[in-house]
């Protein structure tokens, strides 16, 4: 296939300069405003007073881990994506590679491994694909643990309620209103943690679901320029 042909292949999955970045810094910037909303009106003070266990407080922690580890990933892949760029332009202006530079060019490495004696086509993918999103796999692990840790703050709380009602055995009159209390203290401990679990899983969800697709461009756009404009190059002028 002519390179006239290949290029709007490749293209396709071409992702503009800084993208991955800007998408992350919108998502992050509104969870954010979200954040800054629930604490003007006094929210999220009450979650985490009402949380004996704290664990809406363990859940922020993480999740704010998260969000600064998808900040990193996300400026890693749009290094990665501009990189992409400059080899392409590289080898369409002059018809070579640029020397590897950078931690971030996985596609000149990729394609610098293809022209290898001994080059192995399944392990160089392996490898891109690796760097590409290998550790978002932790990234969706670790949101779908805010989720369970929701709702392992529900049944805490349905325990302390539990335990306040098996009290009435031995409560009078006057311990109604601090069983009641303990009860709802309880249901607060349910109600709150699932809230946070659930609001942390689908933030970070979103997070990992861009940095996924960004990834996946990056890999795409590389085997297509690999495939369909590079190799077919090297084989021409190895050709007799």
Not at 201 to 206: E, F, R, S, V
Not at 213 to 234: D, I, K, N, Y
Request: aromatic content about 8%.
């Amino acid at each position: 296939m002519s390179t006239s042909l290949a290029t709007p292949l490749v293209e396709r999955w071409a992702e503009p300069d800084g993208a991955v970045l800007l998408r992350w810094l919108l998502l992050s910037g509104a969870c954010l405003f979200g954040v800054q909303m629930a604490w003007s009106l006094g929210l999220l003070q009450k979650v985490l007073l009402t949380d004996s266990t704290q664990i809406s407080a363990v859940i922020i922690v993480i999740y704010l881990g998260c969000v600064a580890h998808g900040g990193w990933r996300a400026l890693q892949l749009s290094r990665a994506h501009r990189a992409f760029a400059r080899v392409r332009a590289c080898f369409r202006g002059n018809r070579h590679l640029p020397p590897e530079g950078g931690t971030e060019d996985w596609a000149g490495g990729y394609c610098h491994g293809l022209v290898s004696p001994t080059a192995d086509r399944a392990g160089l993918r392996e490898i891109l694909e690796e760097q590409a999103r290998g550790s978002h796999e932790a990234g969706w692990f670790l949101s779908s643990m805010l989720l369970k840790l929701g709702l392992l703050g529900t049944i805490v709380g349905f325990v302390f309620m539990l335990g306040a009602i098996d009290a009435l055995k031995t409560l009078t009159y006057a311990d109604l209103p601090q069983m009641l209390g303990r009860m709802g203290a309880g249901m607060g401990v349910s109600l709150y943690t699932t809230l946070v679990g659930l609001l942390a899983n689908i933030a970070l969800g979103l997070q990992n679901l861009m940095l996924d697709r960004s990834a996946e461009r990056l890999v795409a756009g590389t085997l297509a320029f690999a495939e369909r404009e590079w190799l077919p190059h090297t084989r021409a002028e190895t050709r007799p």
